[in-house]
Nanobody
């Protein structure tokens, strides 16, 4: 059974940091590209960042470049999103995605709220 479980969301003040985790099971994690998306009510789900299966390639949305870092630890079947210098506009539900071949799996999401 495939599972992606996000954790690490919460309420943080502007300028603060959070680290999201995505724990995977039920598939060959190391062979999948891992991504983080985010969504606010009434809007589409947007790509935030992705990392290649090898971890050698990453890509970020312009809005988070220089502030967010995606990483993976294949030995733990876990992907991470380190978020620094958070802004109110980063408030959203953050979703983890695993993609490989024709397969694409999603987690249930974790809420991130940036507010004073």
């Amino acid at each position: 059974q495939v599972r992606l479980v996000e954790s690490g969301g919460g309420l943080v003040q502007p300028g603060g940091s959070l680290r999201l985790s995505c724990a995977a099971s039920g598939f060959t994690f190391s062979s999948y590209r891992m991504s983080w998306y985010r969504q606010v009510p009434g809007k589409e789900r947007d790509l935030v960042a992705f990392i290649s299966p090898s971890g050698g390639s990453t890509n970020y949305a312009d809005s988070v470049k220089g502030r967010f870092t995606i990483s993976r630890e294949d030995a733990k079947n876990t992907a991470y999103l380190q978020m620094n210098s958070l802004k109110p506009e980063d408030t959203a539900v953050y979703y983890c995605n695993a993609r490989g071949g024709f397969a694409s799996f999603w987690g249930q999401g974790t809420q991130v709220t940036v507010s004073s």
